[in-house]
């Protein structure tokens, strides 16, 4: 079965530095991988994803994922954390044949502070 | 062109009553998938609609159904309400048909039971 481990219900970080948010996910057929993003009373909107082809993916805002089928990882990045950047992120899994069926993790709260 | 949309926005119900809530997706958008968002169990999967037709099912009772018309709107009912049903419902839509194509998430219907 599929499923998407976020390491880190809650990460804290100063504006200026580095952001990393960490994703491992379980799949026996090739995943597909996203991350969204929520704001307070939000939908969810899409950072980035990755289907096939390049490994290195980038998205909005400054933030860019490595999947990494050797440790079932896709981290998500950002070299210099905005105050705007305070949210709640996920993490998200599908598969061919799972159609439109997306498995997210628990999330995760990113603090920044000045 | 306009986002997803769903109606109402917020919602409050009492135990055993029922409730339908409602989707637009984005235009020429023939998939419309269902979210259900809480704290204790995060966004869990609860069906996806394609052309009319349910096409993929997640794990909730019977309580919980939907729909989707011609015109690609979608209605979700929850039946006989109870309390644990309190949560942040979420539409999301997506155009084409393959596995790894882009869901684009409504702003949210929050549903209280009381």
């Known amino acids: 079965a599929q499923s998407v481990t976020q390491l880190g219900s809650h990460v804290s970080v100063s504006e200026g530095a580095l952001v990393l948010l960490r994703c491992n996910y379980s799949s026996s057929v090739p995943p597909y991988l996203f991350w969204y993003v929520q704001y307070p009373n939000q939908g969810l909107q899409l950072l980035l994803k990755?289907?096939?082809?390049?490994?290195l993916v980038k998205g909005i805002n400054g933030f860019e994922a490595e999947f990494k089928k050797s440790e079932t990882s896709f981290h998500l990045t950002k070299p210099s954390a905005h105050m705007s950047d305070a949210a709640e992120y996920f993490c998200?899994?599908?598969?061919?044949?799972?159609?439109?069926?997306?498995?997210f993790g628990a999330g995760t709260r990113l603090a920044v502070h000045p | 062109k306009a986002g997803v949309t769903q109606t109402p926005r917020y919602l409050i119900k009492t135990r055993g009553q029922q409730v339908t809530l409602s989707c637009s997706p984005i235009s020429g958008h023939r998939s419309v998938s269902w979210y259900q968002q809480t704290p204790g169990q995060g966004l869990q999967f609860l069906f996806e609609?394609?052309?009319?037709?349910?096409?993929n099912k997640g794990n909730f009772p019977g309580r919980f159904s939907g729909r989707q018309f011609s015109n690609s709107r979608s209605e979700m009912n929850v039946s006989t309400l109870e309390l644990g049903d309190s949560a942040l419902y979420l539409c999301?839509?997506?155009?084409?048909?393959?596995?790894?194509?882009?869901?684009?998430f409504g702003p949210g219907t929050r549903l209280l039971v009381l």
């Open positions: 999301a839509s997506s155009g084409g048909t393959g596995y790894q194509e882009t869901q684009y």
């Open positions: 990755y289907t096939t082809g390049a490994t």
């Open positions: 609609y394609f052309s009319e037709t349910q096409r």
């Open positions: 998200a899994v599908t598969f061919s044949g799972g159609y439109n069926k997306l498995i």
